[in-house]
């Protein structure tokens, strides 16, 4: 597989995710289902020079805040970042200049794609209302690699979809076939919030 040499520590992260009950474990009967569950992560150099502050949230997501300095006052980038499983997530970032979402996925085989190619996704059931879209392999700044949508290559209203409706579906190449790969959406609205808010933050 070629997503990054950081893999072992974020499966890493993934795994304290999965396990922590507080975070992923369903509410007793009569008890008030929380919003977030948000702890404050290390803040580690992954290469001379860069920071990434990790931000576990509720419903396997996690914020990932990049910085120039470990007092992340310089930011470089921030990512909302969905892991459900080894090499299998979901990516959301935010254009710093047009404010634009940017959106990308790993799943099945996408580590071995080499060349653009083109996507299909949709929102819960709505294959009438699928978008078909280029893209292509992008690297988040901690080395991960994403099958992702260029800028130009997402559609009007993505934002108020991914906090609404609760499931995104991609349709992509796998060696010769078409692989499906679903990501819930619960918990995208505060995690959208989050990204938003770190990005205002340069």
Known sequence: MRNGRHLPVILAA??????????N?????GAP???VVATAADIEEIAPGLFR?????????ALLHFTKDKAGKTVVGCDAVKLTGSEIGLRVSVDKASRALTYGF?????GLITKPVKVTYWFDDDMAGAQTIEARI??????????SASQSGGETGL?????????????YPDEGKKRNQA?????????????YACIGSN
């Open 183 to 195: 990501f819930p959406l619960a918990g995208a609205n505060t995690a959208l919030e989050k990204l």
């Open 159 to 171: 934002k108020d979809k991914l906090r609404t409706l609760t499931k995104i579906t991609f349709a």
């Open 14 to 23: 993934l795994a304290t995710s999965l396990c922590a009950p507080e975070a």
């Open 33 to 35: 289902a929380a919003e």
């Open 53 to 61: 502050n990790w931000e576990k949230l509720s419903h396997d997501w």
């Open 138 to 147: 992008v690297k988040s700044p901690d080395d991960m690699e994403w099958l």
């Open 25 to 29: 474990s369903a509410p007793r009967a």
């Open 106 to 110: 790993m799943g099945v085989g996408t």
